[in-house]
């Protein structure tokens, strides 16, 4: 069974940097099937992917458009979990936040998410 | 990348039948077999109930079934339960390597 457990503040200043963490039981960040990602929910925004992260020999990363100049998704393998950072929050990025598994993934296919953190919901606010 | 469009609410009484829509365009729902689709209750995580179009994962009730034709994919509910009321969201894959949600929508069990 895998599990996902996340972590990381709930209170973000704005221009400040978001960071959560995903940790990961039941199977592997380096898994060659796998790939991991961070998504988010808002009112406004509804359920919007945010990117990847997954091992094929090497490691890739794929961002949305959206965020891809503030956003890096890591993988660390010594604690078997992956994080988030974006940079230069404001507002609009209050959100809940998931992370999630994709079992099917490839260079070429984000696939469904079978596994997802609790979320955590984090609020840009001075 | 614009989200997919699905109907804000529908409903349907115990037992009934329901058929949830949503539309997308040439460079998701109609060009790859990856629609998923996830059911939410509030302050819950989304569960995947749909992935690949048609398949149902292991412990999703048969009641739960879906289809796609061209640029729209469908997601049925049969024989309607008070427990099936969540909102639901779809989901494609996109050309340009990046992944679309649905905006969701309200199933009412009367």
């Known amino acids: 069974q895998v599990q996902l457990q996340q972590s990381g503040p709930g209170l973000v200043t704005p221009s400040q940097t978001l960071s959560l963490t995903c940790a990961i039981s039941?199977?592997?960040?380096?898994?060659?099937?796998?790939?991991w990602n961070w998504i988010r929910q808002s009112p406004s925004r509804g359920l919007e992917w945010l990117g990847r992260?997954?091992?094929?020999?090497?490691?890739?990363?794929d961002y949305a458009v959206s965020v891809k100049s503030r956003i890096t998704i890591n993988p660390d393998t010594s604690k078997n979990q992956f994080s988030l950072q974006l940079n230069s929050v404001t507002p609009e990025d209050t959100a809940v936040y998931y992370c999630?598994?994709?079992?099917?993934?490839?260079?070429?296919?984000?696939?469904?998410?079978?596994?997802w953190g609790q979320g955590t919901l984090v609020t840009v606010s001075s | 990348q614009s989200a997919l469009t699905q109907p804000a609410s529908v409903s349907g009484s115990p037992g009934q039948s329901i058929t949830i829509s949503c539309t997308g365009t040439?460079?998701?729902?109609?060009?790859?077999?990856?629609v998923s689709w996830y059911q939410q209750h509030p302050g819950k995580a989304p569960k995947l109930m749909i992935y690949?179009?048609?398949y149902r994962p292991s412990g999703v009730s048969n009641r739960f079934s879906a289809s796609k034709s061209g640029n729209t994919a469908s997601l049925t509910i049969s024989g309607l339960q008070a427990e099936d009321e969540a909102y639901y969201y779809c989901?494609?894959?996109?050309?340009?390597?990046?992944?679309?949600f649905g905006g969701g929508t309200k199933l009412t069990v009367l």
């Open positions: 690949d179009v048609s």
């Open positions: 992260t997954y091992f094929r020999s090497k490691w890739y990363s």
């Open positions: 039941g199977d592997s960040v380096s898994s060659n099937s796998a790939a």
């Open positions: 040439n460079s998701d729902v109609s060009a790859y077999n990856y």
């Open positions: 999630t598994r994709d079992r099917d993934a490839s260079h070429s296919r984000i696939n469904y998410f079978d596994y």
């Open positions: 989901s494609s894959y996109t050309s340009s390597t990046t992944l679309v």
